[in-house]
């Protein structure tokens, strides 16, 4: 799919935007790119405007120097809406992109009709999970991004999908190899340093839709599940792992139609 540029904060952002309707922006997870939505995109794209852009570090998008904290991407993203002459947006964030969204969500809440979470979490990372962050780090820095993808890419999925996507695997893969590993290393940086967000959750005066994976191995339905509410839609992708997008994409879409539908 052709992307376009924009100059936002200082920062080339690459992003994809096609169809017409209610604006919805989708956010990608950490080492994958606009890609990631490739079979979300054309089931959504009769209802919604959709802009998908490569978060800075990843995909088409530069690596500025400096740790990539979650309100710095939030405010890559206030940027694009402002320089795509859009007020307010649906935001749909995937694992990273969920982090980047309730950023979002708390610093901007005027410019969103309704936000989501998508296998993401508003918890920060715990002690354990922050070890995590600094062994990832190290990893990429001493042997490289691809032997750090090696481990990270089947967790995405569920298990038997391993042995029956093997195309959608590999396709993580390749996304996964065009990131930036300077990126990709600020960007665990700033996933490290997150706050908890479940306030935001709790609080936002929009709708709010919250989607988990049953086979999810990187973050449990349970956190993503962590505030319920009269404003809030929470949805199981039953056949999913942590890549919805790539693994149930038609229910994943029908989830997100039937979520705009409803603002």
């Not at 940086?189 to 609080?203: P, W």
Request: proline fraction near 5%; include cysteine.
């Amino acid at each position: 799919m052709d992307k376009r540029n924009e100059n936002v904060n200082g920062v080339k952002l690459a992003y994809i935007e096609r169809g017409e309707g209610t604006p919805v922006v989708l956010l990608h997870g950490f080492c994958g790119s606009s890609a990631y939505w490739e079979e979300v995109i054309p089931l959504l794209e009769g209802s919604c405007r959709l802009i998908v852009p490569d978060l800075r570090g990843h995909g088409a998008s530069a690596s500025p120097e400096g740790a990539y904290t979650m309100e710095t991407m939030a405010e890559d993203i206030a940027g694009l809406l402002e320089k795509r002459d859009c007020k307010q947006a649906v935001v749909l964030g995937h694992s990273l992109g969920g982090y980047v969204t309730l950023a979002l969500a708390e610093k901007h809440p005027d410019k969103l009709l309704g936000f989501g979470l998508i296998h993401s979490t508003a918890f920060p990372d715990d002690e354990k999970g922050k070890e995590g962050r600094l062994k990832a780090m190290e990893t990429i820095k001493e042997q490289g991004l691809p032997v750090f993808l090696e481990g990270l890419i089947p967790k995405l999925f569920a298990p038997a999908h391993l042995k029956t996507m093997p195309e959608a695997v590999e396709k993580a893969r390749q996304i996964g190899l065009g990131t930036s590993p300077e990126g990709a290393v600020r960007t665990l940086e700033g996933m490290r340093i997150r706050t908890d967000r479940n306030a935001v959750l709790f609080g936002a005066r929009v709708p709010v839709l919250l989607v988990a994976g049953a086979g999810d191995q990187i973050i449990a339905p349970e956190r993503t599940f962590s505030v319920s509410g009269e404003h809030i839609t929470s949805v199981t992708l039953d056949g999913a792992g942590h890549a919805g997008m790539m693994e149930t994409p038609q229910v994943l879409a029908q989830a997100i139609l039937d979520f705009t539908a409803k603002l």
